[in-house]
């Protein structure tokens, strides 16, 4: 289980169904929706205990990854690659064989994309590792997308460009919290390499990005007045604690950044802005 990191698996299924839900224009179906979750766990899991594997000599560096597992020796090298692989195997064979070949396809990609495009290549090499890495944690839309449809769909492309735009005013914060511990594993995350204003301007730049393709979503998704009211409000109410943010970073006499009030008010307004998403069709509008 630890090495699967649950919490994240969590927030990546949370895009999924209401994603599903919008290409069948209504509920797609328990079954279907199960085995799509369950492979979906499956192939997050695999990505993030590959994850684990690779890490695991900057994990022993810092401080909040000092517990995990390949650190304490509670498990092995060997038994983390071998669940790994084992798991990512069957996510794609999973989907492949229960949902169809698209999804199966999409899948590999998903894990390829978080294991060697992210971890082996970009994340200790690039101040940038987290956006162009972050795409793996957008491909659940695709992978739910595909699942209903077989094929992907310009909705499918604006549901992903809103987590890719939404992964670095997530992460970044959280970033600038422990950036002390990336620095002493020499892993170059922006806020390491950049001054706090630089990071909250990026930040604040990304937001405005994510909440216009939120709203881009109306017309090319047909989504209805409660999406787009749940879109407007929650978009608003983030991009005031990004601002807040920014302001603090220009003028630190006034007190300590509020970076972890955007991380933890990001996984909120993705909640809210993603339950609009599945609750919508569903109305009798």
Known sequence: MALTKPRIIELLLITTV???????????????????????????????????YLDRDIDRLMNRTRQRPLVTGELTDRQ????????GVVSVLWFGLLVN???AGLTLAAILLYVVFY????????S??????????????????????????????????IIFFW?????????????????????????????????????????VAMIACTLLLVPVAGMGWAYAAAAVVSGAWFLYTCVRLYRRALHP?????????????????????????????????
């Not at 170059?188 to 730049?205: E, F, H, K, Q």
């Open 18 to 52: 209401p994603t599903m839900i919008v290409a069948a224009g209504s509920w797609p179906g328990w079954g279907l929706t199960v085995l799509t979750l369950v492979g979906g766990s499956f192939a997050a899991g695999s990505a993030n205990a590959f994850n684990m």
């Open 80 to 87: 983390a690659v071998v669940f790994a692989t084992v798991l």
């Open 101 to 103: 070949w698209v999804s």
């Open 119 to 126: 971890t082996m290549i970009l994340k200790r090499r690039t």
């Open 128 to 161: 940038q590792n987290i956006v162009w890495g972050g795409a793996a944690g957008c491909m659940p839309v695709l992978i739910g997308w595909s699942a209903v449809t077989g094929s992907l769909d310009w909705a499918a492309l604006v549901l992903f460009l």
């Open 167 to 207: 992964t670095p005013p997530h992460y970044w914060p959280l970033s600038m919290k422990f950036k002390k511990d990336y620095a002493k594993a020499g892993v170059p995350m922006l806020p390491v390499v950049s001054s706090d204003v630089v990071v909250a301007r990026n930040i604040l730049g990304y937001a």
């Open 253 to 285: 006499e006034r007190g300590k950044l509020a970076a972890m009030k955007v991380f933890h008010g990001s996984i909120t307004y993705l909640t809210v802005v993603f339950v609009a998403v599945a609750v919508d069709p569903l109305l009798p509008y």
